[in-house]
């Protein structure tokens, strides 16, 4: 059994930054690919960013590249996910999750086999 708790979400202005981060138990964290996904008010989970397990690669939705970036650190078994530039449309609860293993790259939502309890963030305009 994974656990994955999410920490770093909060209040934020427009224009403003926030960094997530989701610790890992385990001690296979490195062999998963890990997901940030988000649920908008009123919205179905949507896809943010994906890293593989060692981090070589990465990648993200079109509604956050440029933006958001995700990274790793298997040492301390953790995923971050920087957000500059927030705007109010990313107010959302965001999940992390981790993949096994993935069909395809990035790896579909169906694909992960743990998700995290979720971090609420609210940007206000």
């Known amino acids: 059994q994974v656990q994955l708790v999410e920490s770093g979400g909060g209040l934020v202005q427009a224009g403003g930054s926030l960094r997530l981060s989701c610790a890992a138990s385990?001690?296979?964290?490195?062999?998963?690919?890990m997901g940030w996904f988000r649920q908008r008010p009123g919205k179905e989970r949507e896809y943010v960013a994906a890293v593989t397990g060692s981090g070589a690669l990465t990648d993200s939705a079109d509604s956050v590249k440029g933006r958001f970036t995700i990274s790793r650190d298997n040492e301390k078994n953790t995923v971050a996910l920087q957000m500059n530039n927030l705007n109010p449309e990313d107010t959302a609860v965001y999940y992390c999750?981790?993949?096994?293993?993935?069909?395809?790259?990035?790896?579909?939502?169906?694909?992960?086999?743990?998700w995290g309890q979720g971090t609420q963030v609210t940007v206000s305009s």
């Open positions: 999750a981790a993949a096994w293993r993935g069909r395809v790259w990035p790896p579909t939502g169906d694909e992960y086999d743990y």
């Open positions: 385990g001690r296979t964290f490195y062999r998963y690919i």
